[in-house]
DNA sequence: AATGAATGAGAGTTCATTCAT
DNA sequence: GATGAATGAACTCTCATTCAT
C-alpha cells in the first residue's frame, strides 16, 4: 500500500480527505438527514469530487457507518481507559453518563446524526448499531451486577432494567437538549440522574 | 355525498381504505423505513392503485404524519381519561409508563414506526411530533410538581430532568423489546420502573 | 333520441348543462390553458360529475374543439348574414375587421382561448382549425378579388396577401389586447386599419 | 474546468451536447408540441440519457425558454446591426419584415416553435415572450415615427397599430406558409407589403 | 489519485377516462 | 341521465454510481 511521509496509507482512516469527507458527511446529514444528503452534496462539502468518495468509501451508507462506528469506538475506548483508575459503581455510572450527555458539546453535528440515523441505520443500513448500543448496555449491566454482589446495589432490581433504563434517560436528556436547544451541565445533571437511579425521587 | 351504512363518508377517516392504506404504510414502513418505502409498495400492501393513495391524502409525508398522529392523540385521550379516576402521583406513573409500553403489543408496526421514524419526522417531515413529545412530557412534569406540593417527592429534583428520565427510560425499554424480540410484562415492567424512579436501587 | 319538453334533445346542443360546460372549459382554459386545466377542473366549475362531461362530450379534446367550432361558425354566420345587404368592398372589409376586433368584447375568455390554443389545435388536436382560418381568409381573397374586377383596387398585388395581411393584423391587434390590456374602439380601429391598408400611410 | 479545444467549458452553451438537445427539443416540440413532449423523447432524439438534460437545463420549461430567446436575441441582433447602415425608413421596414419572413428558411422547426408555442408560454411559462415581442414593435414605432417626423408618413396614424398591423401581417403569411406549405420569396413578399402598407392598395 | 460528465432506474404525483351504483 | 371513486399509465425530475480522461 502506498504510504505518505508521515508513515499514513494516503487513503485510509487518518488521511486529509478521508477524513474531510467523514465530517463532510456528517455535518450535511445532520442538517438535511441521510436521504436528503446527495452524495455530491457531502463532496462539495469535503471539496472534493463526486467521484472521489468512492476511493475512500464503498458506498453512501459505508461513509455514514463508518462515522457512527468512529464514534462508539471512541465512546467505548474513552470509558473503558477511564475506568482502569475510576473503579466506584456509583463513580462509573456518574462516568459513563457524563460522556453520554458531553457528545452534544464535544461533536454536536454527529450527535444529531446518532440520535437521527441510527436507528433507521440499525436497521436498514445493517444491524451494526445494535451491536454497539449492546455494549454500552452490557457497560452497565456489568457495573450493576458488580454493585449487586458489593452489597451497595439492591439484589430485586434487574440489572437489564437497569442498563437501559439509564441509557434511555441519558439518550433522551441529550436528544431534547439537541432538538430544543435547551442547555445544561454535563456533568452536574449526569449526578443528578445517577442520584436519581440511586437513591429515588421519594423523600426519607 | 354517497355514505357508508354507519353514516360515516366513504372517503375520509373511517372509511375502508383510508384505514386499510394507513395500516399498509404503517406496515410497509415499519419493515423498510420511510424513504424505502415507495408508494406503490403501499398501494400494492393496501390493495389499492398507487393513484387512490392521492385520493385519500395530500402526499405520502400526509400518510406518516397522520399515522403517527393517530397514535400520539389515542395515547394522550387513553392517559387523560383514566387520570379521571385514578388521581395519586404514583398510580398516575405507572399507568402512563405501562401503556407507553404496552404499544408493543397494541400494534407493533406502529411501534416499530414510531421508534424510527419520529426523530426523523421532527426534524425533515415537520416538527409535529416534537408538540407531541411536548406534551407527553408536559403530563408527567404536572404529575412530579403536584407530587413535590403534596410532599411525596423530593423538592430538590428538576421535574424536566425526571420526566425526561421516565419517558427516556420506557422509550428505550420499548426500543429494545422491538428490536431484539425481548419480551417483558408490561404492568411489571413498569411498575418496576417506577419504583426505581422513587425509590432507587440504593439499599435503605 | 330522447327529447325534453321543448323538443331539443336533453344532452345535445342546447341543453343546460352542454352549455354550461362548454363555458366552463373556455373560462377554465383562458385561465389556465388547454394542457393545465383538468378534466376535473372543467366539470367542477360546470357544477357537474366528472364522469357528466363524457355523456356530451367524446373527450377533453372535444370540448375544447367544440367551442372553437361554435365560435367560428357564429363569426361566419354573421357576417355572410350582413353581406346580404352590406355590399361595398370597403364596407365589408371594415365589417369584417370590426367583428374580428369586437370578440374581445363579445366573450373574452373564448378569445383567449382562440389566441392561445387554435395554433396549437391546429397540429394537435386536429387541422379543423386550419379550415375555419381557410374559410376567413377566402370570404376576404373574394371581397378584394371583387374590388379588383371592380377597378377598385390596385391589379397588382396578391388577393391572397391581402387577406393573410388583414387577417393578421386584426388577430395581433386583438391579441395584443388581450394580453397587454390595451384598449380600443373597435370599429373607429377596424376603419384606421382598412384605411391604412387602402390609401397606404403615406401622404399624398 | 475542463475546455474544449475551442476554449469553452464543456458544458453550457456552445458545448456539443447543449447544442443538441436544444436543436433535439425545437425538434420534438415543432413535431408534436411542448406538453406532447416527454423530456424522454426530447432526449432521446439528442442521443442522451434522460438525466442529462438536467446537466445542461435547469427543466422542461428553460430547454424551450433558451430556444426561444435565443431566436429573439438573434432577430434582434441581427436587425440593429443592419440598420447602422441601412438607414431609409421605407428600407429598415422592408428588411424587418424580410428578416421575419425568413426565418421559415432559417430554422423551420423552431419557427414553427415560435408560431405554436410562443402565445403558450407568455401566459403559462412566463412574460418572457412578450418582452420579446414588445422589442419588435418598439423597433418599428422608432422607425414610424421618425418616418413622421420626417414627413414622409401620415402624422395622422398611430405608430402603435401601424406597427401591430406590420408585425401582425409578417406573422401570419410566415405561419400560413409554415402551415399549409406555401412558400414565398421573402424578399419580395416583404416588399410588396411594405409598399401595400405605404401607399395602400387603392389605385390613385 | 482525482475528476465530473454521464447514466438510467426509480421516485412521487397527476389526470383522462371508466363503470358500478 | 348522473355520479365520483377508482384506475394505472405517463409524466418530470433526482441521484448513487461508474469510468474515460
Known amino acids: 500500500m502506498k504510504k505518505t511521509e508521515n508513515g499514513r496509507p494516503a487513503s485510509g482512516p487518518g488521511s486529509d480527505k478521508y477524513e474531510r469527507i467523514l465530517d463532510a458527511a456528517v455535518a450535511v446529514i445532520a442538517e438535511n438527514g441521510y436521504f436528503n444528503s446527495p452524495v455530491s452534496a457531502i463532496a462539495a462539502r469535503a471539496g472534493v469530487a463526486d467521484g472521489t468518495i468512492y476511493l475512500y468509501f464503498k458506498s453512501k451508507d459505508d461513509v455514514l457507518r463508518t462515522a ?3 464514534m462508539f469506538e471512541r465512546f ?3 470509558v473503558t481507559e477511564r475506568f482502569e483508575t475510576l473503579t466506584g459503581a ?3 455510572l456518574e462516568y ?3 460522556v453520554h450527555l458531553e457528545s452534544h458539546t464535544v461533536n454536536r453535528n454527529l450527535a444529531i446524526v446518532m ?3 441510527v436507528r433507521q441505520s440499525a436497521r436498514f443500513i445493517s444491524e451494526f448499531s445494535l451491536h454497539h448500543l449492546a455494549r454500552y448496555i452490557s457497560l452497565v449491566r456489568e457495573i450493576i451486577r ?3 454482589s458489593e452489597g451497595i446495589f439492591r439484589q430485586d432490581v434487574s440489572d437489564g432494567v437497569v442498563a437501559h ?3 434511555g434517560a441519558m439518550d433522551e436528556l441529550l436528544s431534547s437538549a439537541l432538538f430544543t436547544g435547551r442547555v445544561y451541565d454535563a456533568k452536574s445533571t449526569a449526578a443528578q440522574v445517577v442520584d436519581m437511579l440511586l437513591n429515588g425521587i421519594t423523600p426519607r
Do not use: N, S
Open 146 to 148: 458488580r454493585g449487586q
Open 68 to 70: 457512527i462506528d468512529t
Open 165 to 167: 433504563v439509564l441509557f
Open 115 to 117: 440520535q437521527t440515523e
Open 76 to 78: 467505548h475506548q474513552q
Open 90 to 92: 456509583r463513580e462509573q
Open 96 to 98: 459513563i453518563a457524563q
